[in-house]
């Protein structure tokens, strides 16, 4: 008997798999994050080198996914919508193009680089996201300039910027366009800032 019902439990279980729902396919969606800079001016042969370390992801800013900050205060990161690359990676990289396309300094170079840097930045990116009882998006990071005079360093500023951008729906879309939209403010401030020093 035990040998008759272990041998039709497959049968048994096999008709029982049509009756469980199918899920359904979400398909996974990478987004750019790279607002373009203004149009470019030629670099000032006469300006300073500037020496841009990698800006740190602060807390939160570890996932690729895009967030939003719900009306109960909590913030979700979707699994399906995320940004191509890690969004304080994108940030340093934006910032690069947007101080190179500036034309204020002579070059803009990354760690490692052989030219001797006048200034050096640094900084993190603290936040990213939608905010959708405001009807906006934000992007918010930290910067330091930095002095570099014969090897000795001083800090000349440092200084929190806010980038916000008006939130044109609720898809995901709009979300991206919005966040690209904030951090492009946040990018025209810091250029602002930096090129004080230049």
């Given at each position: 008997?035990?040998?008759?019902?272990?041998?039709?439990?497959?049968?048994?279980?096999?008709?029982?798999?049509?009756l469980?729902?199918?899920?359904?396919?979400?398909?996974?969606?990478?987004?750019?994050?790279?607002?373009?800079?203004?149009?470019?001016?030629?670099?000032?042969?006469?300006?300073?080198?500037?020496?841009?370390?990698?800006?740190?992801?602060?807390?939160?800013?570890?996932?690729?996914g895009i967030?939003?900050?719900?009306?109960?205060?909590?913030?979700?990161?979707?699994?399906?919508?995320?940004?191509?690359?890690?969004?304080?990676?994108?940030?340093?990289?934006?910032?690069?193009?947007?101080?190179?396309?500036s034309?204020?300094?002579s070059?803009?170079?990354?760690?490692?680089?052989?030219?001797?840097?006048?200034?050096i930045?640094?900084?993190?990116?603290?936040?990213?996201?939608?905010?959708?009882s405001?009807?906006?998006?934000?992007?918010?990071?930290?910067?330091?300039?930095?002095?570099?005079?014969?090897?000795?360093?001083?800090?000349?500023?440092q200084?929190?910027?806010?980038?916000?951008?008006?939130?044109?729906?609720?898809?995901?879309?709009?979300?991206?366009?919005?966040?690209?939209?904030?951090l492009a403010?946040?990018?025209?401030?810091?250029?602002s800032?930096?090129s004080?020093?230049?």
């Amino acid at each position: 008997m035990k040998r008759r019902m272990i041998v039709a439990a497959p049968v048994l279980l096999a008709g029982c798999s049509s009756l469980l729902p199918k899920q359904k396919y979400i398909a996974q969606v990478s987004w750019p994050l790279n607002p373009q800079p203004p149009a470019s001016s030629a670099a000032n042969t006469a300006g300073k080198v500037v020496l841009l370390r990698g800006l740190g992801a602060g807390p939160g800013m570890n996932s690729q996914g895009i967030q939003i900050l719900q009306a109960d205060g909590s913030v979700s990161s979707s699994y399906y919508n995320t940004w191509a690359v890690a969004p304080a990676d994108a940030a340093t990289e934006v910032l690069a193009a947007w101080l190179t396309a500036s034309g204020a300094f002579s070059a803009v170079v990354s760690p490692g680089s052989r030219l001797t840097a006048n200034l050096i930045v640094e900084g993190e990116l603290s936040e990213l996201l939608s905010d959708q009882s405001a009807g906006e998006a934000k992007a918010a990071l930290t910067l330091v300039v930095i002095q570099n005079l014969n090897g000795n360093t001083r800090p000349l500023a440092q200084q929190r910027i806010v980038g916000i951008a008006k939130l044109g729906g609720t898809d995901y879309a709009a979300q991206v366009a919005a966040q690209n939209a904030a951090l492009a403010d946040a990018m025209r401030q810091a250029v602002s800032l930096i090129s004080r020093f230049s």
